[in-house]
């Protein structure tokens, strides 16, 4: 650093930063609200990813930065001159990153496996998480992790997830493994906490009309589907509560189930009236053992084959849209909402956690969830 740089209380450092499939010069330092002005002031934007301003990497964007900062603060350009280390080939540029883990990284992953199952996540959480870590891993083969800093971290991020244009809830998937990876190895490099999530955009969830839902139900002749498919929008159930429901739940003079969901949290929900006479005849034909709808080979039916029987019904009842089967959650939700029932009762029959998931906003109401009228009952079947 020049001598002068004592001149100046604050001190701006430069860097070399690729963001966003550019190279720009990145702008480091200390919090500052009068620094934080001039950046905007001179147009640079702010990365989350990185923790920076940022400009294009440019000699007139370079030339604007000495002429803004002259006299507040110091510009340190140490780092941005000065030749870094070859790098290997951008990991943007290839299409996949083939999972190739070394023996010390399939060796963390196994452990990280088992931090997973001992604190009670469930098997897709754990599989997905442990794929993400899979990755992460690959990305940085040959480095001990615990050598790593917060800023590669982000890195990894913004060149393996964002750049590759992955979805919110993939970029979410990969904060929260991280989190939860770099909390098991007791890393002191990094800051988990600092990790931040993507902000979700306002997608509005898919809904199918009450007259589509009526014609997937009535065109499938498979009773164990027909049921299947009529509880979880009776009840707008989560595709892994539906399977999971066990027979010793169900009470049937109270008309009540009770399903576990997220977090291994059990909620209560009424079954309609309409529903009883098709779950006694469905349940008198198969016989199921322990769980309401169980595989061939028995234990609960999976996911994947309840995904599958949805979608094969609303092939057949005509519906155009890619259909799967949350979105029947999604439609019980909307139809109750639609029929005025307040969003803070939607909220406790989803399973919701937080009101913020169901709806910003709630609106009073003197019904009482036992009064609730399923929009099942209006289909006529």
Known sequence: ???????????????RLRHRDAERIALRYEYDNELNGLCKGMGAKFSSTHCCWYVDNNPANLKKIFKVFRGRAWIDQTSFFKPGPKKAESIVKRETLPKSLDETGAKEVKQFRSYL??????????????NCIEVFLTFYKGRATSDL??????????????SKA?????????????KHFFRAIHSRKIDVEKLVYPKRGLTLPRV????????????????????????????????GELVTIELKNIDWERRTMIVHGKGFKSRSIFMSPALVPLLRTYIEQYQPDEYLF??????????????????????????????????LRHSYATHLLESG???????????????????????????????????FDDLGL
């Open 117 to 130: 199952q001992a604190g009670g996540k469930a098997d897709s959480t754990v599989s997905s998480y442990t």
């Open 294 to 327: 169980e595989g061939q080979k028995g234990g609960p039916y999976t996911g994947a084959s309840a995904n599958e029987a949805i979608k094969s019904a609303a092939r057949r009842a005509g519906v155009k849209a890619k259909v799967h089967s949350h979105m």
């Open 166 to 178: 992955k979805s919110k809830s993939t970029h979410l998937q990969y904060v929260a493994a991280l």
């Open 208 to 239: 199918i009309a009450k007259e589509k839902i009526a014609e997937m139900i009535k065109r499938t002749r498979n009773i164990k589907h027909r049921a299947l498919m009529s509880v979880q929008y009776s009840m707008g159930l989560r595709v």
């Open 149 to 162: 800093t917060m800023r590669e971290v982000n890195t990894f991020l913004s060149d393996e997830v964002y």
């Open 341 to 375: 029932v307040d969003l803070r009762y939607i909220q406790e029959l989803l399973g919701h956690q937080s009101s913020k998931t169901t709806e910003i906003y709630t609106f009073v109401s003197k019904k009482k969830l036992g009064d609730i009228v399923s929009p």
């Open 1 to 15: 650093m020049s001598s002068n740089s004592w001149k100046y209380d604050k001190t701006v450092k430069l860097e």
